[in-house]
C-alpha cells in the first residue's frame, strides 16, 4: 500500500475510534461544561486538554517552518503566543474569585453592557470561523497539491468525521478525547525527536547555535507574540470555556502548566524545522523531513498533524455552540447545541475553496483584538462604557491596517520579516490604552 492509502487508513480509523469512545452527551452540563457525573475536570485533565487544543496542526506546521526559516530564534518566537495562557489563567481567576463573573460573557455585560457583549461575540465568531480552515488545510496538504481534488477530499472527509464525534458529546467529548490526543501526541513527538538525534551529524549543539537572536531573524514575532499575549487568549473561547469549567484554583494551576508545557512542545516541534535547515530542505518543514526518513515517520507527523487538528476542531465546534446556545442565549438545548456545531462546520470550511493563508489566521485575528488588553488587565478600573468601544474599535483598525500594509514605514523601528506586526501591534496597544483611559480622566 502507498503512503496515502496508510493516511486515509489514519484518519478513518482515528476518527472512528474516537466516535466509540466518546461519552454521549445527554444533558445540558454534560454537553456545554463537560460534568461528568457531578465530576468537574481536574488539573491533569484540564491541563492536557488546554495545551493539546492550542497546539493545532496550524501552530505546529508554523513552528516547524519558522524553526526551517529562522533556526531555533523561530521557535522560541512562536512559543511566545504561550504566554497567553498565564495571562488567562491569573487574569479569569480574579474574575471569578474576586469579580465573581461565571464567564467573560457575564463580565463584559455587567460592566459594558448588551452592546459590548454582542461585538465581542461577533470577535470570537470570527475566530472560531478562522480555527476550522486553518486546521483543515494543514490535513489537506499531506493528502495533495492546494486545489487538487484529493486535497480537497481529505478536507471534507476529515472534518465530517470530527464533527461526528463532537456531535455525540458536545465539550464531554471534547475534553475526554483530549486527553487520549494529548497522550498519542506526546509519544509520537518523542518518536520523530528520537529519530532526528540518532542521526550523527545533528545534534543539541546544532540547534542551539541555529539562528540569530535578531530583529530581522525572528525576535520581531517573538516580541509581537508576547505583546498579542495579553488579549489574544479572551478571543479564543476554544481557551476561556476552558475556564470555567472547574474550580478557580485548579483553572489557575492548569494554565500555568499549560503555559509551560505548551510553549516546550512548540520549540521541540520547532526542531523539525531547524534539522530540515541544516540539510538546506526548502518548501514545508514537516513534510520534507517526513519524506527524507521514509514512510514510517512520514505517517507519524501525519498523525500527528491528525490528532492536533481533531483536537482543535472538535474544540472550536463545542465553543461555537456553547457560544450560541448559552452566551447569546439563543437556544439552551442540547439540539440546538448539535445544529450550531453543523453550521460553524459548513461555513468554516467554504475558505478552504478560496485559497486563504494559514498563518494570517493567527497573525491578523491577533492584532485585530488588541483593544481587548486595557478591558481585562485593568477589568477593576472604573471607565465609562465608551472606553470599551474606543479601545476595541482602535484594535479593530489597527487590525485592518495590517492586512491593507498602510503602516507608516517611519514608526517602524526594526528590519526584517514581522517588523510591521511588531510595532503595529505596539503602537496599537498605546493607542488602546490611552483611549480606554481617557474617558476616566475627563470624567474625573
Not at 466516535?19 to 452540563?29: C, E, I, Q, Y
Not at 457583549?117 to 461577533?122: C, D, P, Q
Request: charged content about 10%; aromatic content about 14%.
Amino acid at each position: 500500500m502507498d503512503v496515502t492509502t496508510w493516511q486515509w487508513g489514519l484518519i478513518i480509523a482515528s476518527s472512528l475510534m474516537l466516535f466509540l469512545l466518546s461519552p454521549f452527551s445527554k444533558t445540558k452540563d454534560q454537553f456545554f461544561k463537560a460534568t461528568k457525573k457531578l465530576k468537574k475536570p481536574n488539573t491533569l485533565v484540564l491541563t492536557g486538554s488546554l495545551i493539546i487544543s492550542w497546539i493545532f496542526a496550524k501552530s505546529i506546521t508554523n513552528a516547524a517552518n519558522l524553526g526551517l526559516s529562522f533556526g531555533l530564534v523561530g521557535g522560541v518566537a512562536y512559543a511566545g503566543y504561550y504566554l497567553s495562557f498565564a495571562v488567562a489563567g491569573i487574569l479569569l481567576y480574579q474574575l471569578r474569585v474576586k469579580g465573581g463573573f461565571n464567564s467573560i460573557h457575564h463580565f463584559l455585560t455587567t460592566k459594558f453592557g448588551k452592546g459590548a457583549m454582542a461585538i465581542f461575540s461577533v470577535l470570537i465568531a470570527f475566530r472560531l470561523f478562522n480555527e476550522v480552515w486553518s486546521n483543515t488545510m494543514v490535513i489537506g496538504s499531506y493528502f495533495g497539491a492546494p486545489r487538487s481534488e484529493p486535497y480537497y477530499w481529505s478536507i471534507v472527509l476529515f472534518t465530517l468525521l470530527t464533527l461526528a464525534y463532537a456531535l455525540k458529546g458536545g465539550l464531554s467529548s471534547s475534553i475526554f478525547t483530549d486527553v487520549i490526543q494529548m497522550g498519542l501526541f506526546s509519544i509520537l513527538l518523542i518518536v520523530i525527536l528520537y529519530h532526528i538525534f540518532s542521526i550523527e551529524s545533528f545534534s543539541i549543539q546544532n540547534v542551539v547555535s541555529s539562528g540569530t537572536w535578531s530583529f530581522e531573524l525572528g525576535l520581531n514575532l517573538f516580541f509581537a507574540a508576547i505583546i498579542q499575549s495579553f488579549s489574544y487568549p479572551f478571543h479564543d473561547p476554544v481557551l476561556t470555556d476552558r475556564a470555567f469549567i472547574s474550580s478557580p484554583k485548579v483553572t489557575r494551576r492548569s494554565f500555568l502548566i499549560a503555559s509551560v508545557l505548551g510553549a516546550f512542545c512548540i520549540v521541540a516541534f520547532s526542531v523539525i524545522g531547524i534539522y530540515a535547515q541544516t540539510q538546506n530542505m526548502e518548501g514545508q518543514a514537516a513534510v520534507e523531513v517526513g519524506k527524507a526518513f521514509g514512510v514510517i515517520i512520514l505517517l507519524v507527523i501525519n498523525f500527528i498533524m491528525i490528532t492536533s487538528a481533531a483536537s482543535t476542531l472538535d474544540s472550536t465546534f463545542s465553543s461555537f455552540s456553547k457560544l450560541l446556545s448559552i452566551d447569546l442565549n439563543l437556544g439552551k438545548n442540547v439540539t440546538f447545541g448539535r445544529i450550531s456545531m453543523v453550521l460553524v462546520a459548513v461555513l468554516g470550511t467554504l475558505p478552504v475553496f478560496l485559497n486563504a493563508e494559514i498563518l494570517s489566521a493567527t497573525t491578523i485575528s491577533g492584532t485585530m483584538v488588541i483593544g481587548l488588553t486595557p478591558v481585562f488587565l485593568f477589568w477593576k478600573l472604573d471607565v465609562p462604557k465608551i472606553s470599551y468601544y474606543l479601545s476595541v474599535g482602535c484594535g479593530l483598525i489597527f487590525g485592518i491596517i495590517l492586512v491593507l500594509e498602510i503602516f507608516p514605514e517611519s514608526l517602524i523601528f526594526t528590519q526584517g520579516k514581522y517588523a510591521d506586526l511588531l510595532w503595529i501591534n505596539f503602537w496599537g496597544i498605546l493607542s488602546c490604552i490611552t483611549l480606554y483611559i481617557i474617558p476616566r480622566w475627563i470624567k474625573k
